[in-house]
């Protein structure tokens, strides 16, 4: 079938909104229609960089009901509501690799999915993606802004979850309050963080944070985030928070968090914890090792370590509860025709949370 795509070209280019055609879905493939879709940061540095794989169409977060599924597919039928994510639902050591679907444009192989090695695209009308990718969502629940659930929420929220494992009363920071750094921060704020110490560029930002459980704003325009963090929480050269987040991935964020996070004390195997949930780009950092052998940890949490199948119905129950705000979190509404004006924006730091596609 054909449906209406954002398709990568060429690197620096405007996507081109044009019809891909999509295969009938294999044994283990649903096919998708769908409602929204998130649009996600790491797209950018997919966009902005040099891709020998165009054309591509990239997103990789949605919702949709379900409109064909293969015959071995069981978990999901036709009509049911799902979400679409870029980490396997429920993989283990011997679960297969997802099988990709045969796209084509203008009668030649595409590629999608980024991060590449998932295979899962949804800028576009329809999707056909791997069971694997496709996480049932209940009737009743709203489809739009649940479409930033499969990548920005998960990512964050299971930062908190999953790699940290916060506990009531552990003190964390949060270096960027985008879609993802404010699911890390609506995540630590549920799990009893205290405080919730949240760095960015704009006190605007900072004060929206606060309505996701954000105790503390430091802009790291106007004070060094590394030295407020410390003086908060002791003022000594010791002191600073149980969990740092870097929400962000920049070669000097990656390294902010790791001063962030305090020493170990004696008797402790563990000091504080440096997590890194956003997409590395930029200059790698410097890590002291002194640090590292000092008993600080670095953790690297990609997709926030998440199991969909175990995570997201969490997900959805805070958002049902009013416990994750999700339309507080979705800020602006494109059409996929407008879907450069939307990269555009979240280039030059417009967006606040996320902006969403709908279809
Ligand atoms: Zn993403």
């Known amino acids: 079938m054909k449906t209406p795509a954002a398709i990568f070209v060429e690197s620096g280019k405007p996507l081109v909104v044009d019809d891909i055609d999509l295969p009938d879905p294999g044994p283990t493939q649903v096919l998708v229609r769908h409602f929204a879709t998130g649009v996600c940061h790491s797209q950018l540095h997919e966009l902005h960089r040099p891709n020998p794989l165009v054309p591509l169409v990239l997103g990789h977060e949605s919702t949709g009901v379900v409109s064909a599924t293969g015959k071995d597919v069981t978990h999901v039928k036709e009509g049911d509501n799902v979400m679409v994510t870029w980490v396997q639902r429920n993989a283990n050591r011997t679960t297969p690799r997802p099988t990709p679907a045969h796209v084509t444009f203008n009668g030649e192989q595409i590629n999608y999915g980024a991060p590449a090695f998932t295979g899962t695209f949804t800028w576009a009308r329809d999707t056909v993606a791997d069971q694997q990718m496709i996480v049932p969502l209940e ?131 563990d000091g504080g914890v440096a997590v890194l949930v956003g997409v590395p780009h930029g200059e790698t950092p410097t890590l002291p090792m002194q640090m590292l052998f000092g008993g600080k940890v670095y953790r690297g949490a990609p997709g926030g370590c998440s199991i969909p199948d175990n995570d997201f119905p969490l997900l959805v129950r805070w958002f049902k509860q009013g416990k994750l705000p999700l339309d507080l979190m979705v800020t602006r509404r494109y059409k996929l025709e407008q879907i450069n004006e939307a990269c555009d924006a979240l280039a030059k730091g417009e967006i606040a949370g996320r902006a969403i596609v709908e279809f």
Do not use: W, Y
């Open 139 to 269: 009737k009743g629940v709203p489809t739009d802004v649940t479409s930033i659930i499969g990548c920005a929420v998960m990512t964050g929220a299971g930062a908190a979850l999953n790699a940290a494992q916060v506990r009531p009363g552990n003190s964390v920071a949060i270096i960027g309050a985008g879609g993802v750094g404010l699911s890390v921060i609506q995540a630590c704020a549920n799990l009893s963080a205290d405080p919730v110490i949240v760095v960015d560029l704009t006190d605007e930002k900072l004060e929206f944070a606060k309505k996701f459980g954000g105790t503390i704003g430091i802009n790291a325009r106007n004070e060094d985030p590394v030295e407020k963090v410390r003086q908060l929480m002791g003022g000594e050269p010791t002191s600073g928070v149980d969990f740092a987040f870097d929400a962000i991935g920049s070669g000097r964020t990656m390294e902010q968090i790791l001063h962030m996070a305090r020493a170990r004390r004696p008797g402790e195997r």
